[in-house]
């Protein structure tokens, strides 16, 4: 783990938690911070499983098969995802040298906003190969929409298939086309649970999935929990090589009419990173919303020269 701020120690923490890890490390810029999270993180360990947790440097990464990368300047107040990328994108550029100098096997999973802009850039940075990069793009979004959507419909969250795609920020999409509780059409579920004016209320929902970040920072000046959760989530997939399928941050190739550009879509994630990226059917409106977060990507990335 690269990175020891909030989302850093709070996925470390969460990892910690899942006990399917035999060993972590903590890197910082300040040394002591990874050593006091290790500490403290470590001490849980009688509640979970046996396991090695320390601070180190970029030697002790040599044989690691995930990296994660959460250092990064923080989202403020009234500042979009968007606004961070400059800053990160140097840091990133100190980072990734250092850590292919040592390993160039790793899987790289890269949390820093904005998410999608700064795994485009580790890619470009690293020149691995675009399977072996990937964001943790909208899987926080996509597990928001389906916490907000049963909380809604009154069912279970995880009985509730829907996804977020395209940009890890404002102008990504909720695909309501392949919705489905269960396998009950989404608009069918919502009329047998007597909901009316669904149509609103999905608008509603899809707009609080949006902007949860900003009402979150606005709150209590960052965001950690949910992000922590999802990051533990996708490292066991890696680690246990699930293949499950999940709204990463990948390099689309041609795919969706998007070509050199990290965009977050439904993609089969195993121990060899994004194995199969998946092109799921999309509506005209929902085919002209990715475009329109395609655009707003691409004008970032043509702006960075890398």
Excluded at 253 to 271: F, I
Aim: charged letters at 20%; one cysteine or more.
């Amino acid at each position: 783990m690269i990175g020891c701020g909030f989302v850093g120690s709070s996925s470390a923490f969460a990892m910690m938690r899942s006990g399917v890890f035999s060993e972590l490390v903590l890197l910082d810029v300040n040394r002591g911070k990874a050593e006091g999270e290790a500490m403290d993180i470590a001490h849980g360990l009688p509640f979970s499983r046996p396991m090695r947790i320390y601070a180190g440097d970029y030697s002790d990464l040599a044989d690691c098969a995930l990296i994660v990368i959460s250092a990064g300047a923080n989202q403020k107040p009234g500042e979009t995802r968007l606004d961070l990328v400059k800053k990160n994108v140097a840091i990133l550029g100190s980072i990734i040298p250092q850590i292919t100098a040592v390993n160039r096997e790793a899987i790289l999973l890269i949390v820093s906003n904005p998410v999608d802009i700064l795994t485009w850039a580790a890619q470009k940075i690293s020149g691995l190969p675009p399977q072996q990069v990937i964001g943790s793009g909208t899987v926080l979004d996509t597990a928001r929409l389906k916490y907000l959507l049963g909380e809604h419909l009154r069912v279970d969250s995880r009985s509730v298939h829907a996804v977020i795609i395209g940009e890890h920020g404002d102008s990504e999409l909720a695909v309501w086309s392949g919705a489905n509780v269960s396998g009950v059409d989404l608009d069918h579920f919502c009329e047998l649970q007597e909901i009316t004016d669904y149509d609103k209320v999905l608008e509603l929902i899809y707009k609080n999935v949006r902007d949860s970040a900003y009402e979150i920072i606005d709150r209590k000046g960052a965001t950690y929990y949910g992000i922590a959760a999802s990051v533990a989530r996708i490292a066991q997939c890696i680690v246990r090589d699930e293949h499950s399928v999940m709204p990463v941050s990948v390099n689309l190739q041609g795919l969706y009419g998007v070509d050199d550009l990290c965009m977050s879509v439904p993609a089969v994630v195993g121990r060899d990173g994004a194995e199969k990226v998946l092109e799921i059917e999309l509506s005209q409106e929902e085919q002209a919303a990715f475009r329109k977060s395609a655009q707003t990507l691409k004008e970032v990335a043509e702006s960075l020269n890398l």
